[in-house]
């Protein structure tokens, strides 16, 4: 079976690595499908889930909150501060840190601490959108 070599990392620990017949993932120029002997790329990421197709079909989700891809073509590297296991998302945290992020936008007091929580609230949309998109597959 054709399949490429695929590792993604946080910066605390790997998330995964193995095999798998294709990799989906939200560039920073639109959705990248990624099948085994692509092109090298290198792309920066935006939040959101990196779909692995396993080689037995089943998937593996993986939620990032942006990053750096590499893309050789027998190996792809997802590489990303913050990523979470689709199975470790927790709705309630998220909705929590939400509320948060709402909050800081309405107290900023400058244009720094606006453009932060406004990131922080992209961030935080897009691990919804990768919540609900895993609950759906499962």
């Known amino acids: 079976m054709n399949t490429i070599h695929v590792d993604v990392v946080s910066a605390e620990e790997s998330l995964f690595s193995g095999e798998a017949r294709f990799v989906a993932l939200p560039g920073a120029a639109g959705e990248l499908g990624i099948l085994p002997k692509h092109t090298p790329l290198i792309s920066r990421i935006k939040p959101g889930s990196v779909r692995i197709e396993l080689p037995d079909g089943s998937e593996e989700f993986i939620f990032v909150a942006g990053g750096i891809l590499e893309v050789q073509p027998n190996c792809v590297t997802v590489l990303s501060d913050t990523a979470i296991r689709g199975k470790d998302l927790d709705e309630e945290k998220a909705r929590a840190a939400q509320a948060a992020a709402e909050e800081a936008m309405r107290n900023a007091s400058n244009d720094v601490d606006l453009a932060k929580a406004q990131?922080?609230?992209a961030v935080l949309a897009a691990q919804?959108?990768?919540l609900r998109k895993f609950?759906?597959?499962h």
């Open 119 to 121: 990131s922080e609230l």
């Open 128 to 130: 919804m959108a990768a």
């Open 135 to 137: 609950r759906g597959k």
